[in-house]
């Protein structure tokens, strides 16, 4: 289970973060047997990063996983920090594209809704009277209005609650990762 400790200092652009380790193994899942370059990210490793960047809004400048000298090998390190780099440039990615997907879709939403909503309001102007035409504005107007509405409302709420995990993996792609001699 990995460990926190204070920062040691505040760089500009950043601040440094350290997680103790026990072993390599804390990084990682710990039902994943496949080698370093591979294996899946421990949420538990996860969890704790997150917490720490949330704290500041400047973001990492280095991440200094602190581990015992007699566990230390260099060549896994550098797969290791390879292998952190790579899952977070890559979740980075892939939450971008998921937050433009989900603004074309809100987008095409609220677009689609207005263009209802105006067909209601030429069928109530032009076809007044007739009663297939007055059922169809029961069915467009209120269908308008629900897809206004929700692309709105995906536009502004589900997009703005996705940002923090965009700001997260970003300042993690952007930051340095080094070991280090566990310092007691």
Same mark, same amino acid.
């Given at each position: 289970?990995?460990?926190?400790?204070?920062? =040691?200092?505040?760089? $500009?652009?950043? =601040?440094?973060?350290?997680?103790?380790?026990?072993?390599?193994?804390?990084?990682?899942?710990?039902?994943d047997p496949r080698p370093y370059e591979e294996r899946t990210i421990s949420d538990d490793f996860?969890?704790?990063?997150?917490?720490?960047?949330?704290?500041?809004?400047?973001?990492? $400048?280095?991440?200094?996983?602190?581990?015992?000298?007699?566990q230390r090998d260099a060549p896994t390190e550098e797969v290791i920090v390879q292998r952190i780099?790579?899952?977070?440039?890559?979740?980075?990615?892939?939450?971008?594209?998921?937050?433009?997907?989900?603004?074309?879709?809100?987008?095409?939403?609220? +677009? +689609?809704?207005?263009?209802?909503?105006?067909?209601?309001?030429?069928?109530?102007?032009?076809?007044?009277?007739?009663?297939?035409?007055?059922?169809?504005?029961?069915?467009?107007?209120? $269908?308008?209005?629900?897809?206004?509405?929700?692309?709105?409302?995906?536009?502004?709420?589900?997009?703005?609650?996705?940002?923090?995990?965009?700001?997260?993996?970003?300042?993690m792609t952007r930051c340095k990762i080094v070991f280090e001699k566990m310092e007691e």
């Amino acid at each position: 289970m990995a460990k926190v400790h204070a920062p =040691r200092e505040r760089k $500009a652009r950043g =601040r440094n973060i350290g997680l103790w380790l026990d072993t390599y193994d804390d990084i990682f899942s710990d039902f994943d047997p496949r080698p370093y370059e591979e294996r899946t990210i421990s949420d538990d490793f996860l969890s704790e990063l997150q917490k720490m960047v949330r704290e500041d809004p400047e973001g990492v $400048a280095e991440l200094q996983l602190q581990i015992p000298e007699e566990q230390r090998d260099a060549p896994t390190e550098e797969v290791i920090v390879q292998r952190i780099h790579d899952y977070f440039g890559m979740k980075h990615e892939e939450m971008e594209s998921a937050l433009r997907r989900l603004r074309r879709n809100a987008l095409i939403m609220t +677009c +689609c809704g207005m263009l209802l909503s105006l067909a209601a309001g030429w069928l109530a102007f032009f076809a007044a009277g007739k009663l297939p035409m007055s059922l169809l504005l029961v069915i467009l107007e209120p $269908a308008g209005w629900f897809l206004i509405w929700n692309g709105l409302d995906t536009l502004y709420s589900s997009v703005r609650s996705k940002k923090p995990q965009l700001e997260f993996y970003g300042k993690m792609t952007r930051c340095k990762i080094v070991f280090e001699k566990m310092e007691e």
